[in-house]
C-alpha cells in the first residue's frame, strides 16, 4: 500500500511540474508480474485536433526486472477505426547493469519515446493498447511472465513544434 500511495505522490508532482502535458495515467501489473496476455488499455479522448503532440510509454520497473531492454507492441485506435501497431525496443539498463530512468530508491520511471509530433485528427474516443513481447534468445514462445515490471503508463504534451 506504502508504494502504490509512493508512486501516487511522485506521478502528481510529474504532473504539476510540466504545463505542457495534456493526458497521462497508469495501471498497475498484477504484483509485479506483467502477463503476456495482459494488454495494458487505455482511452483518452478531447484532445485538440489541430495542436501537434508529442506521446510516451512510460514504465516504472523494479530491480527483479532481469533484462537490459524491453520490447513493446502497441496498438493506437483512432475513432474512425483505423489502428496502427508498432513494435517498439527500449534500452533499460546500461551495459554495466545500472538502470537508466529516474527515480529514487528500487523504483526506476523510464519515459519512452511512443509518437513524435503527432496530430489526432478526428475528436472521439483514441484506444490504446501496450503489451510486452519479451523472448529469451533462441526461444519461439514468449515469456509468459514479465518480472519487475510494475507499473505502465502513457503520457501526451503538446509539442513545441
Not at 43 to 56: A, V
Not at 81 to 98: F, H, I, R
Not at 137 to 157: A, H, M, Y
Request: hydrophobic fraction near 40%; charge should be negative; proline fraction near 2%.
Amino acid at each position: 500500500m506504502a508504494r502504490v500511495l509512493l508512486a501516487l505522490a511522485l506521478a502528481v508532482g510529474l504532473v504539476s511540474c510540466n504545463d505542457n502535458l495534456v493526458k497521462s495515467e497508469f495501471q498497475a501489473t498484477k504484483g509485479g508480474v506483467w502477463n503476456k496476455t495482459d494488454s495494458i488499455h487505455f482511452s483518452f479522448s478531447e484532445i485538440d485536433t489541430m495542436q501537434r503532440h508529442n506521446m510516451f510509454i512510460t514504465v516504472r520497473n523494479d530491480a527483479t526486472f532481469p533484462y537490459n531492454n524491453l520490447f513493446l507492441i502497441t496498438e493506437l485506435e483512432f475513432p474512425s477505426g483505423e489502428t496502427v501497431k508498432d513494435t517498439l525496443e527500449y534500452e533499460m539498463a546500461l551495459p554495466d547493469g545500472s538502470w537508466l530512468g529516474k527515480g529514487y530508491g528500487s523504483i526506476k520511471e523510464n519515459k519512452l519515446w511512443y509518437k513524435e509530433n503527432i496530430v489526432f485528427p478526428s475528436s472521439g474516443v483514441y484506444n490504446l493498447r501496450v503489451w510486452h513481447a519479451m523472448r529469451k534468445n533462441g526461444s519461439v514462445n514468449g515469456i509468459e511472465d514479465l518480472k519487475g515490471i510494475t507499473d505502465v503508463g502513457f503520457e501526451i504534451e503538446k509539442s513545441n513544434e
